[in-house]
């Protein structure tokens, strides 16, 4: 029995498992069936993050369409410790404001979808610039695996990025790595798997604005839709979303959508409660 089709085996560390979360993939176009983890796969364009894609699923993928969309998906599976991936390669973004299809089709995946766990690849070699996706990615999840990729091009240039001061900094394991040599790929396969086992606590960082008078706005507007959607993940990052006038999320609002994440959740953790 897979984890699509039955609640009864979800772990304890994997509340946010893609069976509690089959319907919204699904609508998403993603159909998790035969697999018990959905990975994405997140970064900006030239990071490397189709290499590590496919140094990842080989040649079991898959190339089509984002529902309703006619920008390209690719979905690939692999197998690790027992547990069959399901590992979707999100368009290559700079950010999650919204502001073109790419973008709206990485954040609806990581907020509707739910993945249990996200890679996001990074460019050793512009980090400054990468690390703004990864940012906005935690105010969506804590469930982060960086990969720290293109670290050769970086030592070439006489970079060093000390990734255990970043994984300090950001909350969430960072993995050091050449994806195109197969350097570090076995590190950035144990990380994933320890945080979708809950061997690792992530604790992403959190961006603090520096107005109190947005922070109250944004506490405010966070406790309202905790009131009306109770259980909902990411209140925060919710409602700053709404503050920015979020086309996508003023739907989710106004149609019920985000009540099914709140339903979700509730079931996770019903489900987590049962298991023994």
Known sequence: MTAADSSSNTSPACGDCVLNNASNLRKLGVDPAGHDIVTAVAGNPNTGKSTVFNALTGLRRHVGNWSGKTVDRAEGSFEYRRRR??????????????????????????????????????????????????????QITDRVVCALNLVDEAERNGLTVDSRHLTRELGVPVVPMTARRGTGMTELLEAVEQVTSGAITTRGKRVQHRDNRVEQAVSRLAERIEGKFPGVVNTRWIALRLLEGDPSVERAVADGTLGELSTAAVIAASSDGNTT
């Open 85 to 138: 991936y399901k590992l979707v390669d999100l368009p290559g973004t700079y950010s999650l404001l919204s502001t073109s299809h790419d973008e709206d089709i990485a954040r609806d995946f990581l907020l509707f979808g739910r993945p249990d766990v996200t890679v996001v690849v990074v460019d050793a070699t512009r980090l400054e610039r990468n690390l703004n996706l990864v940012l906005q990615i935690l």
